[in-house]
C-alpha cells in the first residue's frame, strides 16, 4: 500500500519522538494586526481632516483675493473684450439666425427702397419662377 504522509519531524516509526522537531504554535500575531489597522485608521481620519482644514482655509483665502481693490478696475469688469468675440451660448445664436433666415425667407420686404428691389417669400419666388420661365440666352446667329 502507498505510505500515507507522515506529520513533520515523525519517522517511519510512529513512537519514535524527536525533541528537537517542534511546529510552529501561533502563525500570526493578531493583537498586532488589529493594532496596525486600528493606527492606519486613525492616521487616515487624520489625514482627511487635515486636507479638509487645508481646503477650507484656501477657499477662505480665495474668497478674500476675489476682492476688487483698483477703483479703476471696477470699470473694466462690465467692459467686452475686442472682436472676435467667442460664443457664450452657441445653440442659442444658431437658433437665433435660424429664425431670423426664416423670416426672411418667408416675408415680404424691402431690400433697397431707392431702387425699387424688394423681397418675396420663397414659395412666391419659386412659383413666379415657374410661371414666368428663366431667362435664356439669345442663340448665336449663324452664317
Known amino acids: 500500500m502507498a505510505d ?39 492616521v487616515a481620519f487624520i489625514v482627511h481632516v487635515a486636507m479638509w482644514l487645508l481646503l477650507r482655509f484656501f477657499d477662505v483665502r480665495a474668497d478674500r483675493q476675489d ?3 483698483y477703483p479703476l478696475a471696477i470699470e473694466q469688469e462690465r ?34 427702397r431707392n431702387a425699387g428691389i424688394v423681397r418675396i417669400p420663397i414659395d412666391e419666388a419659386i412659383k413666379l419662377t415657374l410661371q414666368r420661365g428663366l431667362p435664356a440666352r439669345a442663340e448665336p446667329q449663324q452664317r
Open 79 to 112: 467692459r467686452l473684450p475686442p472682436e472676435p468675440r467667442l460664443q457664450t451660448r452657441p445653440r442659442e445664436d444658431l437658433q437665433n439666425l435660424r429664425t431670423t433666415e426664416n423670416e426672411i425667407l418667408t416675408s415680404y420686404g424691402w431690400v433697397d
Open 67 to 69: 476682492r476688487i481693490d
Open 4 to 42: 500515507m504522509p507522515r506529520p513533520h519531524g515523525a519517522s517511519s516509526d510512529d513512537h519514535v519522538v524527536n525533541p528537537d522537531v517542534h511546529h510552529e504554535e501561533s502563525d500570526v500575531n493578531i493583537r498586532g494586526i488589529f493594532a496596525f489597522a486600528a493606527a492606519l485608521i486613525a
